[in-house]
Every structure is written in structure tokens, then in C-alpha cells.
């Protein structure tokens, strides 16, 4: 990659149809990329693993806690699927892959488009835990003050469950519509020259053209990270490469440059 300042930006692309079938095709694309250069992926990976102990040990429920989950990952996040998107662009254009270029594109990252996207991230995670904090306000706040680290059964009452629900449909549609804001257009602004209000724009775009199959790829990634999650965030170590390396495909078969030789 080089300076943005000597390229000229790129025009938009064409969005296309993504199948089923060929959901199917970018799990095993991305598959093969974390196999061809799985050391990335698990320095990658690492950072998610690292934070999510340190989050342990800090302590739940704090108000700590509560930042790094709303400052830390958010912005980090796009910086470490921008390194997988980078091996996957390199293997499919058949560059060398070495730790100097992988890690620079994501140094000079920070003075293009990601941040921007990095920032709209994290803007969104801090509107959904004031909500988050809102709606449990709203059915639990008139219950006894109960320790919820020991006292589970506070969610079994018909106030805790219908929290659950409401925290659960609130959150899957604030989660889906953040899917598609980013679902392509961080690939997009590692690809092209293109702003980073164009290419959420077209994110969105893609993602109501391709409403089912993205429903299904939003729907995979929850499940997989959800279970990643469970063996003491370990399954991350396999699952986020697996997610970034997939994603660049998605992306790639869902966009099509037209001055590109192959869409």
C-alpha cells in the first residue's frame, strides 16, 4: 500500500449477488488463508485472547470493566481485521507475505480511513451500553438491591426475563445494523481510495441486496464467537481469523471494481 496523498480515489463499486453456495466458498477461502499463514492470524487473535483474561481480572460489573469493553475493543478491532484483510489481499494477489509489510499497512492505517470507522464503532458501543443501562433501569430499577454476581434468580422473574428479551431484540438490531454499516466497507477502504462515509454507505447498500445471505453470515458470526467465547476465550484464537480472513472474501464476491481485471 502507499500514501494515500499520491492515489487518486477510486471509483465506487458495482454491488453484486452474493449466494448461499458461495457464503459457503468464502468460509473455506478464509479457512485457507488462516492455514497458509496462520502465524498472523494467532498474533492477531492474541490481542482479543490478552484483553479478554485482562477483562477477568479486573473484575466484571465495574465501571472499568465498562470502558475497556467500550473504548478498547471497538477501537481495536478494526486495526486487527485490517492485518487479516491484508494477508488475504496478499495471498490472493500472490505477494510475499512478510511482518514488515502486514504490520506497516496497519500502521499507516491510522492516517486514512479506519479511524474514522474505529471512531463511529466506538460512538455506537457507548450509545448501546447507556441503553443497555437504561432498559435494565427500567424493569429492575424499583427491585431490591440484590448482588447480580450471586443472585441469579433475580433474572427468573417476570421482570428479569422480560429484560432479557427486550436487552436481546434491542441489541440483535443495533448489532445487525452495525454488521452492515462494516461487513464491507472496512475491506473496502483497505482496497480502495474511498471515504469512509462512501463505503459504509455501500456496506449498507450491499447488505440490503444481499438481505438473507448476510442474515446468514451475521447469524455465523454470532454462533462462532459466542462459542469461541466459551473455553476461556481460547476458541478466539481460531475463530477471529476464521471471521477476517472470511470476510475479505465476502467482500470480494459481493463488490465488483469495474477497472479491476477479476471482480
Known amino acids: ?28 477461502a478464509g479457512w485457507r488463508d488462516f492455514r497458509a ?20 481480572w479486573i473484575g466484571a460489573g465495574h465501571v472499568s470493566w465498562t470502558l475497556v469493553v ?24 500472490d505477494e510475499p507475505l512478510l511482518w514488515r509489510n502486514v504490520l506497516g499497512v496497519v500502521w499507516q492505517e491510522r492516517t486514512r480511513q479506519v479511524p474514522w470507522i474505529g471512531a463511529v464503532i466506538v460512538f455506537y458501543f457507548l450509545v448501546w451500553t447507556f441503553l443497555a443501562h437504561m432498559i435494565f433501569a427500567v424493569f429492575m430499577g424499583l427491585t ?13 422473574t417476570p421482570n428479569g426475563l422480560t429484560m432479557i428479551a427486550v436487552e436481546m431484540i434491542v441489541g440483535g438490531a443495533l448489532a445487525f445494523l452495525m454488521f452492515s454499516l ?38 455465523t458470526i454470532a454462533v462462532l464467537t459466542f462459542a469461541a467465547l466459551i473455553p476461556w476465550f481460547l476458541g ?28
Open 1 to 28: 500500500m502507499t500514501d494515500t496523498q499520491t492515489l487518486a480515489a477510486s471509483p465506487k463499486p458495482i454491488i453484486g449477488k452474493l449466494t448461499l453456495p458461495e457464503l459457503w466458498v468464502c468460509l473455506k
Open 70 to 93: 467500550s473504548l478498547g475493543f471497538p477501537l481495536a478491532a478494526p486495526f486487527a481485521a485490517v492485518g487479516l484483510y491484508e494477508v488475504s489481499r496478499c495471498l490472493e494477489a
Open 236 to 263: 478466539l484464537m481460531v475463530v477471529l481469523p476464521l471471521l477476517g480472513h472470511t470476510t475479505w472474501h465476502v467482500y470480494r464476491r459481493t463488490l465488483y471494481h469495474p477497472l479491476d481485471d477479476t471482480p
Open 144 to 156: 431490591t438491591f440484590t448482588n447480580i454476581s450471586t443472585s441469579w434468580e433475580m433474572f427468573l
Open 182 to 219: 462494516t461487513v464491507v466497507s472496512l475491506p473496502l477502504v483497505l482496497d480502495k481510495e474511498i471515504d469512509f462515509m462512501t463505503a459504509m454507505l455501500l456496506s449498507l447498500a450491499a447488505v440490503r441486496a444481499n438481505l438473507w445471505v448476510m442474515l446468514v453470515w451475521a447469524g
Open 37 to 56: 499463514a496462520p502465524q498472523f492470524g494467532l498474533f492477531f487473535s492474541a490481542v482479543y485472547v490478552l484483553s479478554g483474561f485482562f477483562l477477568i
